[in-house]
């Protein structure tokens, strides 16, 4: 995989990247962030969130060099404890957790002022309060992979053109 060309790819760690999947990647795969080795394109974790990517790539970072191969990466770490760490910060395995075959998450984390509108209407027609937003928000695509402070701005968004108290 060439890193190079993915979109908001950083590298918060020596050795590891931090990338959005491309909507075309497994779109019923709700984690669109994964932590990848760098020098082999190795998929490490995947997360709903980018904060969270990053927070897990803080964690793998105190695990071993991964500036080293991945055959030596491999070895060097303990796949069960790696994962109940990254647990803690919600990162899970890559590709763990599908949805439906149908389901389209490809758009988790992200969204348009059309998206917002289109929110902040059906929030009126239904006559929600400012925590039916966030409840309706909590679960659905664009809006449950946005990290804590792009959901909070989003609802902020929709409860104000909604008229929601």
């Known amino acids: ?15 590891l990247v931090v990338f959005r999947l491309a909507p075309d990647h497994k779109p019923n ?12 394109g190795l998929a490490i ?8 990517a990053l927070k897990g790539a ?3 970072a105190k695990a071993t060099d991964w500036t080293k191969d991945a055959d030596t990466v491999k070895a060097a770490v303990d796949r069960a404890d790696l994962f109940a760490q990254l647990s803690s910060v919600w990162c899970t395995e890559p590709g763990a957790y599908p949805l439906g075959p149908a389901t389209d998450a490809s758009r988790n984390g992200t969204y348009t002022d059309v ?3 289109t929110a902040a209407a059906e929030a009126k027609a239904s006559g929600f309060n400012a ?3 966030l409840v309706a928000m909590s679960e659905t695509v664009p809006w449950c992979g946005l990290d804590t402070e792009d959901f909070n701005e989003a609802h902020n968004r929709i409860a104000a053109l909604a008229g929601a108290n």
């Open 1 to 15: 995989m060439d890193l190079s060309t993915l979109d908001q790819a950083t590298e918060p760690a020596p050795g």
């Open 115 to 117: 998206d917002i509108e």
């Open 29 to 40: 795969q709700p984690q669109r962030w994964r932590i990848s080795h760098k020098a082999s």
């Open 131 to 133: 925590l039916e937003v």
């Open 58 to 60: 803080a964690l793998l």
């Open 45 to 52: 974790a995947d997360s709903m969130q980018r904060e969270n």
